[in-house]
């Protein structure tokens, strides 16, 4: 007999309003010829959504269901497990219309290999393998827009940069009137960047150590669901200056990110000259800190408020967060 732990409940039925999930996690797994042995638990239930871990005799899958504004998250989940399988976690089930997918075992968040390894080593292989899968899904570019992706495209950007300053100046505090003094700042990036020729593609915008996964040495990116068309350089201002930077013991600036930056950029071999990538990546490091402000605000969130501020003040100061 399948079991559940629910918040608030270890024991009891899953609530009414998961029933729908489960009974469609079970109808996939049959196509598989699995089925739930054990425990079903909800390690992660949010505003945005709920991840649930459904045990099998093969070992655990993993159902994700999320908001009406992530949705897009299973399409492009979808699209690369056809595109890119070795990227991302087997699909075992997908329902767009309703945000739900149902995903293989992935292994161990790479935050969990570096606790007990002490070592960043695979981020090497994670960021060449995003890199190729950036260069290899973006002729899927208007695929991606119709399936609902933020479009967060350099001609784009500057002006929802504007208007999101604009409604939140008078809640920002001292940062608020050097973020709308820093639109023309803004602009002038975005056309630096756009003068690279680098073609818009998925940028994940939230890469960090939770999102990539390792199993039998390889390594696969999940949680899609911040991803965005842009740019691809831009995942870099989250990525080096926001996690790598501050190293195992999450202390600022102690992590040299040249070697990483060079695994991310060997993937973009071809597409500019190696100093013409460096530099635009530099451009990348600052702007990227205002696509982030402006793809992960959430309105009447005071947390997100707060979030929000912080990358502002990033992409002002134009430094490592």
């Not at 909800?42 to 655990?60: E, I, K, N």
């Not at 899904?137 to 929802?160: M, Q, S």
């Not at 150590?209 to 740019?231: E, K, N, P, S, Y």
């Not at 600052?286 to 997100?304: I, K, M, Y």
Request: proline share 7%; hydrophobic share 45%.
């Amino acid at each position: 007999m399948t079991t559940y732990d629910t918040p608030g409940d270890a024991t009891g039925d899953a609530p009414d309003e998961q029933a729908d999930l489960l009974g469609w996690v079970h109808a996939r797994l049959e196509v598989f010829g699995l089925a739930v042995e054990g425990r079903v638990s909800w390690p992660h239930v949010r505003p945005w959504g709920v991840v649930v871990r459904v045990p099998t005799a093969s070992g655990p899958v993993w159902a994700k269901a999320v908001e009406p504004a992530l949705r897009h998250e299973v399409a492009v989940t979808t699209l690369l497990a056809r595109r890119r399988p070795d990227a991302v976690a087997p699909v075992l089930g997908a329902d767009t219309a309703r945000g739900w997918l149902l995903l293989a075992d992935a292994g161990e968040t790479l935050r969990e290999v570096a606790a007990r390894e002490r070592t960043l080593a695979p981020w090497h292989d994670a960021l060449a393998l995003y890199a190729s899968v950036q260069r290899d899904v973006a002729p899927e570019a208007a695929a991606l827009l119709d399936d609902g992706l933020p479009d967060l495209r350099l001609p784009r950007l500057p002006d929802l940069y504007a208007d999101l300053v604009g409604r939140l100046a008078p809640d920002l505090g001292d940062v608020g009137a050097s973020a709308l003094a820093a639109v023309p700042l803004l602009r002038d990036l975005c056309a630096e960047l756009a003068a690279t020729g680098l073609p818009d593609t998925l940028q994940h915008d939230d890469l960090h150590d939770a999102q990539v996964f390792v199993r039998d040495g390889r390594v696969r990116i999940l949680d899609w669901g911040d991803a965005c068309l842009t740019h691809p350089f831009l995942t870099l201002a989250v990525t080096l200056d926001g996690v790598l930077a501050w190293g195992l013991d999450d202390e600022e600036a102690s992590e040299d990110t040249t070697p990483y930056l060079e695994s991310y950029l060997a993937g973009w071999a071809g597409a500019g000259s190696p100093d013409q990538l460096v530099a635009a990546s530099r451009a990348a490091r600052r702007l990227g800190w205002a696509c982030r402000a402006v793809n992960g605000h959430v309105p009447q969130d005071p947390e997100s408020l707060r979030t929000t501020r912080t990358r502002l003040r990033m992409f002002l100061d134009g430094r490592a967060g």
